[in-house]
């Protein structure tokens, strides 16, 4: 009996968070309200407080979701691939979650404002902080093998962790915001995939002297 309850309660939850995201399509998602997406859920304003402390505990936990199905979709790729095959398919992961639904994806951004973290409580925030650290490490993991291996530049992982974070969502913003014309986006992740494993293994060639005098193309080097 307790299990069955424990299961109402959880899928109960689960529709509270599915009517919030359909309500979140709208471009005015961020004045939606708790009591519109207890009439959406068809429950009462009363339910959604049994499951969710405030509207931000409902965008934290869309955001935690959200993460949580990227990490298992990481947890599915062959940990024996070669380096780069295994950050292609990260990447790969990683570009379609987050184009694949724009609701989720900007409930993800709103979800990492300081501001709002600010509000959070704190087992919520815990939680929150939690699931990113298991994304990040992925990434981070697959860098530092590949310096311990010489494929990618001598460098901090940090340092080299930075510049793909920056080229990953430099890309994905450029999508959302409309700034690239709409296009193939296999071609356009491929672009990306390409420019992020040369700042990754090219790292130490780009000293202030190259910067001044860059070599003619037909000079560059070529990756091994």
């Keep these: 009996m307790q299990d069955r309850r424990s299961r109402e309660f959880d ?35 009363g339910t959604i407080y049994k499951h969710f402390s405030s509207k931000d505990d409902i965008y934290a936990q869309l955001a935690i979701d959200f993460q949580r199905q990227i990490v298992r979709r990481f947890d599915e790729i062959d940990t024996a691939l070669p380096v780069i095959e295994a950050l292609q398919r990260h990447l790969h992961v990683a570009w379609e ?16 404002r300081i501001e709002f973290r600010s509000r959070l409580a704190a087992d919520t925030l815990v939680e929150l902080e939690r699931v990113e650290q298991q994304v990040t490490a992925h990434t981070s993991e697959l860098i530092a093998r590949g310096i311990a291996e010489g494929i990618f530049a001598d460098q901090p992982p940090a340092t080299l962790m930075f510049g793909a974070q920056a080229a990953f969502w430099g ?3 450029l999508v959302w915001s409309g700034y690239l014309s ?4 296999s ?10 494993l040369a ?9 202030a002297d190259a910067l001044a005098r860059p070599p003619a193309r037909s000079q560059t080097m070529q990756p091994s």
């Design 11 to 45: 899928r109960r939850g689960q529709d509270i968070l599915a009517a919030a995201l359909a309500l979140f399509e709208s471009d005015d998602w961020e004045s939606v309200t708790v009591d519109e997406i207890a009439r959406r859920a068809e429950v009462g304003k």
């Design 187 to 196: 071609s356009q992740l491929d672009s990306l995939t390409k420019f992020l």
């Design 199 to 207: 700042g990754l293994i090219y790292h130490d060639a780009i000293t």
């Design 97 to 112: 979650a987050h184009l694949s639904r724009k609701d989720l994806h900007r409930v993800f951004l709103f979800c990492s």
């Design 182 to 185: 709409e296009g193939d986006r």
């Design 171 to 173: 890309a994905i913003q």
